[in-house]
């Protein structure tokens, strides 16, 4: 199945983020982090809850400088 894309809000920074459906659940993985970051759930809600909480625990282990990101879609 082909990504869908969409924008959300983590972190205080808004992110391009990939969606997609695997065998096994859900995949949803953001554009542009120094650094890989990369979430899964059974539905897409719940990969993509998963995803905001990665990138708040990426920000605060790493810093706000490793949050470079490509500019976020409207």
């Known amino acids: 199945m082909t990504p869908s894309r969409l924008s959300i809000t983590a972190a205080g920074q808004r992110f391009r983020v990939h969606l997609e459906q695997a065998e096994d659940g859900w995949l ?5 982090i120094n650094g890989v970051v990369v979430s899964q759930g059974d539905t ?10 990665a990138l708040r625990f990426h920000r605060d282990t790493f810093g706000p400088s490793d949050m470079s990101t490509s500019p976020a879609e409207p």
């Open 28 to 32: 949803a993985y953001p554009d542009g």
């Open 44 to 53: 897409a809600a719940e990969a993509l809850a998963d995803l905001q909480s």
